[in-house]
């Protein structure tokens, strides 16, 4: 009887064991297959898109998007062989968005520790700094100043795109002056034009755009010690394989060696420029 009830409890461990290596395998095979076949099965790659010319741009009549990483959003899709779609979303939004599957990367992500351990990233497409534009008639802005904290004054102001790398950088520097957060690029741009704030916080080449746009009244600082010094990437779902990210670096890397990068860059600067006269 025990010998009986031996053999029974042994072929059902057995049949458990099968039962278990078969759904193993089937779980190896999806794994397997990889995030972009998932993609090209699904026919689309969706681009989470927050606005910050010239990396992201979005025309409010048509919705088109244009900026060098939209641009690079439709050649990665090319490659993959799949249609492009953008997801418009915010820059408060643009990790948690990516973490829950809205989209499957996210542009013009900065390269920051605190965003690694929610997402993974590309190699970077671009280097960024954080420079402070602002109006050069201002009493408040020492003719001088040369950092952060020549300018951290209890009197000024500071617009900055809520959620960005350059709002944690700036919050952390801070001590005295007062940080207006705002939602968006053209927002930030009209508080400092309005007076309402005294400098514009955002990336180097962002704030270039604003002083060429402005001549007369408008100029930049990168302020030493530097506030940030970031690559500029893909953010991608944090549990994607290695060979699944090497495939997005690859991409990249070729773009990056030949000047095309640097080509769509200067495309948007230009694009950006003529909107504005």
Avoid at 110 to 118: E, F, I, L, V
């Amino acid at each position: 009887m025990l010998s009986n009830w031996m053999t029974s409890a042994l072929r059902a461990t057995a049949a458990l064991a099968l039962v278990a290596g078969l759904s193993t395998t089937t779980a190896l095979a999806q794994t397997a297959e990889g995030y972009w076949q998932t993609v090209q099965k699904n026919g689309t790659l969706r681009c989470g898109a927050a606005v910050a010319p010239p990396y992201v741009m979005r025309d409010p009549a048509s919705g088109e998007y244009s900026g060098f990483y939209a641009d690079l959003c439709r050649e990665l899709a090319d490659v993959l062989k799949v249609k492009p779609e953008f997801v418009d979303t915010t820059w408060d939004n643009i990790v948690a968005g990516l973490q829950a599957g809205k989209w499957d990367v996210s542009l013009a992500l900065n390269r920051t520790a605190a965003r690694a351990m929610a997402v993974q990233f590309s190699i970077p497409a671009m280097e960024y700094q954080i420079s402070l534009a602002y109006n050069k008639e201002n009493p408040k802005i020492p003719a001088g100043a040369v950092s952060v904290a020549d300018i951290d004054k209890a009197d000024v102001t500071l617009a900055v795109m809520s959620g960005t790398a350059q709002d944690k950088a700036i919050s952390a520097a801070i001590k005295n002056a007062t940080i207006l957060r705002l939602p968006g690029n053209d927002e930030t741009r009209l508080a400092v034009v309005s007076r309402r704030a005294d400098i514009l916080v955002d990336a180097s080449d962002t704030n270039q755009l604003f002083t060429q746009s402005n001549p007369d009244w408008a100029v930049a600082l990168n302020p030493t010690p530097a506030l940030a010094k970031q690559g500029v990437a893909f953010g991608l779902p944090h549990q994607l394989a290695a060979s699944d990210v090497e495939v997005v670096n690859i991409f990249l890397e070729e773009r990056v060696a030949t000047g095309h990068v640097d080509a769509l860059i200067r495309k948007a600067v230009d694009d950006v420029l003529k909107a504005a006269q």
